[in-house]
């Protein structure tokens, strides 16, 4: 597949007024899932620029420098689910913008298939000041929990972003013969 034909969305942020963007950021994500056909997610309880919120989000983080996407995207799920996965393909790429923090976010999204779990390397401030934990759900769960999580302004950001997320790897799982 190449670039042209890789699945894009795009989004602003309705929620903030945008003044200035200031830096990109390079991301890398995952929507993670078992053998079972459960997913993954990383739960967030924040109280911070954007306001108090409590959050659903798929785990991923900033691209390091010299580091490719999938070995970011391995990374990031070993620390904040302390998976193993299988990357089983890419799903795409959403552009999307936080205005508050004038920031521009490039977030490429990888379909992964868990393959074992151990610790968790978090940081500090995903301990302290995100209190992440791990949310394992079914597909028609997680979409209820973006839709509870939407009554704040970051949560409706992120839910704009990772619901056509789920649902185009629900598409491609569904391709490849995988059970919900």
Not at 23 to 49: E, K, L, S
Not at 70 to 85: C, F, N, T, W
Not at 150 to 171: C, D, F, W, Y
Request: net charge negative.
């Amino acid at each position: 597949m190449s670039m042209a034909d890789e699945w894009l969305l795009q989004l602003d942020d309705n929620e903030w007024p945008r003044t200035t963007v200031d830096h990109d950021r390079t991301i890398a994500r995952a929507i993670v899932t078992d053998d079972d056909g459960y997913f993954y997610f990383a739960r967030i309880n924040r109280d911070d620029d954007f306001g108090k919120a409590e959050l659903i989000e798929t785990s991923g983080g900033g691209v390091e420098s010299g580091e490719d996407l999938a070995s970011a995207v391995r990374r990031e799920l070993k620390e904040e689910l302390g998976a193993d996965v299988e990357v089983l393909s890419k799903i795409g790429v959403v552009s999307d913008y936080y205005n508050l923090i004038h920031r521009h976010n490039i977030n490429h999204y990888f379909l992964c298939r868990a393959v074992s779990f151990g610790d968790r390397h978090l940081t500090r401030d995903e301990i302290e000041a995100f209190h992440l934990s791990t949310l394992r759900l079914k597909y028609d769960e997680a979409l209820a929990e973006y839709e509870r999580c939407s009554s704040t302004a970051l949560g409706r950001l992120i839910a704009n972003r990772e619901i056509p997320v789920l649902k185009r790897a629900t598409e491609l799982l569904n391709s490849i013969g995988r059970k919900l």
